[in-house]
């Protein structure tokens, strides 16, 4: 292959790290559908900042950014090095608008979905930030900074929700709101169609767009990834439903 895929994925609870459920089973068939990556360019919606940072450290901390779960969710490793060679590369694409901070590390939007993954952990990851400046136009066009990447053996992997309000979740409810539903359906064909004007031009979904989220943090990793894509790439559905009322898993391969 000339060039790495890119990914999304819907994560969801943390809990999926240590669960067994449908979602966290796809998860684990996924690294079988592709190459095998030289590292990984994790964008998570939990590394909310002013400003484009990207982590440069070998050893990239560890971060539990998650509070009221049960201990065993705390007690999981997983101890990727770093790639500070392609952090640099990612820094000479983006430019000097891009910081390099090693404050923050590898959060549960990223190892909640590379454990299963790759739960060995013997792939590099850095991180790359969530800029809270940004608009959803900036965002899809730092992708396209990205996309270089891909032909360099990186995968360019977005970690958030395309339906994220945690406001509305019903902790007993097994599906999704006909909003949260229409919205991601939404999504969806527009993607599927390759009309990503729509997708960064979210409103256009109507009045389950004012319901989908508050922040932009958990739907920007998606139009990253959508700025990494290019038009010769056919895209893979997975882990296609909504939970919780207020929640999306679905996410997107583009290969």
Same mark, same amino acid.
């Given at each position: 292959?000339?060039?790495?895929?890119?990914?999304?994925?819907?994560?969801?609870?943390?809990?999926?790290? *240590?669960? /067994? #459920?449908?979602?966290?089973?796809?998860?684990?068939?996924?690294?079988?559908?592709?190459?095998?990556?030289?590292? *990984?360019?994790?964008?998570?919606?939990?590394?909310?900042?002013?400003?484009?940072?990207?982590?440069?450290?070998?050893?990239?901390?560890?971060?539990?950014?998650?509070?009221?779960?049960?201990?065993? &969710?705390?007690?999981?490793?997983?101890?990727?090095?770093?790639?500070?060679?392609?952090? /640099?590369?990612?820094?000479?694409? *983006?430019?000097?608008?891009?910081?390099?901070?090693?404050?923050?590390?590898?959060?549960?939007?990223?190892?909640?979905?590379?454990?299963?993954?790759?739960?060995?952990?013997?792939?590099?990851?850095?991180?790359?930030?969530? #800029?809270?400046?940004?608009?959803?136009?900036?965002?899809?066009?730092?992708?396209?900074?990205?996309?270089?990447?891909?032909?360099?053996?990186?995968?360019?992997?977005?970690?958030? #929700?395309?339906?994220?309000?945690?406001?509305?979740?019903?902790?007993?409810?097994?599906?999704?709101?006909?909003?949260?539903? /229409?919205?991601?359906?939404?999504?969806?064909?527009?993607?599927?169609?390759?009309?990503?004007?729509?997708?960064?031009?979210?409103?256009?979904?109507?009045?389950?767009?004012?319901?989908?989220?508050?922040?932009?943090?958990?739907?920007?990793?998606?139009?990253?990834?959508?700025?990494?894509?290019?038009?010769?790439?056919?895209?893979?559905?997975? #882990? /296609?439903?909504?939970? &919780?009322?207020?929640?999306?898993?679905?996410?997107?391969?583009?290969?």
């Amino acid at each position: 292959m000339d060039r790495m895929p890119v990914l999304f994925a819907g994560h969801g609870s943390p809990m999926n790290a *240590i669960e /067994d #459920n449908p979602f966290s089973e796809r998860w684990k068939t996924l690294s079988d559908e592709i190459p095998r990556p030289k590292a *990984i360019l994790s964008v998570s919606a939990h590394w909310f900042t002013r400003g484009l940072c990207v982590c440069d450290s070998a050893l990239p901390l560890m971060i539990y950014d998650m509070y009221g779960f049960p201990d065993a &969710l705390y007690r999981v490793r997983y101890p990727v090095r770093g790639s500070k060679a392609f952090a /640099d590369r990612t820094k000479e694409l *983006i430019g000097d608008d891009l910081l390099i901070d090693n404050s923050w590390g590898v959060d549960h939007g990223t190892w909640s979905v590379l454990c299963r993954m790759y739960p060995k952990a013997d792939i590099p990851v850095f991180q790359l930030s969530v #800029n809270a400046s940004a608009s959803a136009r900036e965002h899809y066009e730092t992708g396209k900074q990205l996309r270089a990447l891909r032909k360099e053996g990186v995968l360019i992997f977005g970690s958030g #929700n395309v339906v994220h309000n945690l406001s509305r979740v019903n902790w007993n409810m097994d599906g999704g709101y006909a909003w949260a539903q /229409d919205f991601d359906g939404f999504i969806k064909r527009n993607i599927l169609a390759g009309n990503d004007e729509n997708v960064v031009g979210y409103r256009s979904a109507g009045s389950s767009a004012a319901h989908a989220f508050n922040l932009l943090d958990h739907y920007a990793p998606l139009l990253y990834v959508l700025g990494a894509k290019d038009e010769a790439d056919r895209v893979t559905v997975f #882990n /296609d439903a909504c939970v &919780l009322g207020s929640l999306s898993m679905t996410g997107y391969l583009f290969a």
